[in-house]
């Protein structure tokens, strides 16, 4: 049983920064790459960024130069910052882990992130 957990979403204004944090726990075997993704009510769920266990980062044309992936492999955690919020930016994130070895494929419960202009 793998559990992702997501925090730090919430509420700020355009301009702004927020920082995600996903914890991974439970039985854990030889993570590929870890990813954000965000969803909103009129969108399908997209890819936002991802990072290998060669730490070769991956961003949405979006949100290049704003956004930063990063992770600690030795905790099993994924952040993400984002700086110079835009109200497009809203909307549901989700945390991604996955093992081309394994082929397991786990998601966290979503993290809210609002943007008000």
């Not at 993570?31 to 909103?40: D, N």
Request: aromatic residues 10%; hydrophobic residues 30%.
């Amino acid at each position: 049983q793998v559990e992702l957990v997501e925090s730090g979403g919430g509420l700020v204004q355009a301009g702004g920064s927020l920082k995600l944090s996903c914890i991974a726990s439970g039985n854990i075997k030889s993570i590929s790459f870890m990813g954000w993704y965000r969803q909103t009510p009129a969108e399908e769920r997209e890819l936002v960024a991802s990072i290998t266990s060669g730490d070769f980062a991956n961003y949405a044309d979006s949100v290049k130069g704003r956004f930063t992936i990063s992770r600690d492999g030795a905790k099993n955690t994924v952040f993400l910052e984002m700086n110079s919020l835009k109200s497009e930016d809203t909307g549901l994130y989700y945390c991604r882990m996955y093992s081309y070895g394994s082929g397991s494929d786990h998601w966290g419960q979503g993290a809210q992130v609002t943007v008000s202009s």
